[in-house]
Each structure stands twice: as structure tokens, then as C-alpha cells.
């Protein structure tokens, strides 16, 4: 099983990124997906997660209205568009899959990525 994030880096105040979490080695479209990240010295912190059919979505408070996820089961891929990027956004942003429903709690995925670093500039 491989989770790869990639589409991080350095961006000023307000700009955008789009990150991409691309699968292998397990049936993707049986499997609910989530973003998350952890900034230096914090806990990790639910961001979005998305069902495995794509029509249900649910986004932590803090992004709701700025940051939109997406899945493309043909390609095995989850998006995390990212858009009026603050500085407080600024952290390692971790990609997840589930087996079951889409869920907020870290704990309760299967398979994580490594991590793509976002950082936001002021």
C-alpha cells in the first residue's frame, strides 16, 4: 500500500496550492479518504475527507469555504484545492484512506502518506 503527496511548497498569503494523494496497492474506490496536517509543536489535525463515490465531503471549520477536496477514481487520486491561503495553514499536510465511511479522527484510518510540506508566507 503507497499514499504519495505532492503539489507542496512555499506560497505567499492568499495564493493557492493544489495538493494530489495518489494510491497504490489497495482497491481505491472502496475506500473513504481524508486530508490532514500537523504544524511544528501541534497535534495532527483533520482537514477534509470525501467519500469513496465523491459525493459527500465534510472540511474542518477552519478551511470550509477556502479548501476543496476531490477524488478521480479513474486515476487512483485525491486533490486538496487550497485556495485564500493563510499563514496559520502553514504545516505538513498528510493524505489517509479508510475503509469504511469517511471520519475526522486520525485514528481511525487505515493507510497514511508521508507528508507534503506546505508552508504559507505572510
Known amino acids: 500500500v503507497k499514499l504519495v503527496e505532492s503539489g507542496g511548497g512555499l506560497v505567499q498569503a492568499a495564493g493557492s496550492l493544489r495538493l494530489s494523494c495518489a494510491a497504490s496497492?489497495?482497491?481505491?474506490?472502496?475506500?473513504?479518504m481524508g486530508w490532514f496536517r500537523q504544524a511544528p509543536g501541534k497535534e495532527r489535525e483533520f482537514v477534509a475527507t470525501?467519500?469513496?463515490?465523491?459525493?459527500?465531503?465534510k472540511y474542518a471549520d477552519s478551511v470550509k469555504g477556502r479548501f476543496s477536496m476531490s477524488r478521480d477514481n479513474a486515476k487512483n487520486t485525491v486533490y486538496l484545492q487550497m485556495n485564500s491561503l493563510k499563514p496559520e495553514d502553514t504545516a505538513v499536510y498528510y493524505c489517509?484512506?479508510?475503509?469504511?465511511?469517511?471520519?475526522?479522527?486520525?485514528?481511525?484510518?487505515?493507510?497514511w502518506g508521508q507528508g507534503t510540506q506546505v508552508t504559507v508566507s505572510s
Open positions: 489517509a484512506a479508510r475503509r469504511v465511511g469517511p471520519a475526522t479522527m486520525p485514528g481511525r484510518y487505515d493507510y
Open positions: 470525501i467519500s469513496w463515490t465523491g459525493d459527500n465531503t
Open positions: 496497492g489497495f482497491i481505491f474506490d472502496d475506500y473513504a
